[in-house]
């Protein structure tokens, strides 16, 4: 098991102003997001599960997964759901050069409509990867991690962890992928359970 923070704290953010953490001010409104996607089955099932609690939520979509699942992804448009970069080959910034970085961030963009959002994967980027990126587009990271990837972590107590950190204005991350499956559809729809019976909403993330 990883060892990792559910929460982001606010002075780690405060380093790095420049990245979306979260949506202060918003209300009680609730910004869900989904990386790794599209995948059959798992992605399938987020869909679903969004349309029962009118609930809109943002893929962050490697771009060859949009090649090989295109009619996933098409789907994930026609429902009205935003959608962002994270990059062609699922690419570990700290590992490769900056221009390496960005030609297959370029690449992502090629195989999706028009959007303005990326996120990292893993969140690792550097400076001159995101000096690149951020000339016209948005960096997104997140305000609550579920660690639904993580197979040795209990979906229970992910559950309880991601309930007990998520707050008005918070960008939450999930993934729609193979190695979360099982987590992610524990968690999932008792999230949305939850948080709609308190009357927040689930909204996708804006373009700039």
Known sequence: MNFFLHKTPRIASSFFPDYRWRFDGAG?????????????DVTEFVLEKLQEYNAKATFFCIGNNVVKNRPIF??????????????????????????????????????????????????????????????????????????DYDADLNPERI?????????????VLFHDSLKAQKNM??????????????????EAIPQR
């Open 28 to 40: 009680r409104k609730i910004f869900l997001t989904f990386d790794d996607g599209p995948i059959p």
């Open 74 to 147: 098409d789907k994930i448009v026609e429902l009205g759901h935003a959608f962002g970069n994270h990059t062609y080959s699922h690419l570990r910034g700290w590992d490769v050069e900056a221009d390496v970085y960005f030609k297959d961030f370029e690449k992502c963009q090629a195989v999706l409509p028009p959007t303005q959002l990326f996120r990292p994967p893993y969140g690792r980027i550097t400076k001159g990867q995101a000096k690149l990126i951020r000339a016209e587009n948005e960096i997104i990271m997140w305000d609550v991690l579920t660690g």
């Open 159 to 171: 559950l309880k962890k991601t309930l007990q950190y998520t707050e008005s204005g918070s960008i």
């Open 185 to 202: 559809c524990f968690v999932l729809p008792k999230f949305l359970d939850y948080f709609s019976e308190k009357g927040f909403t689930f």
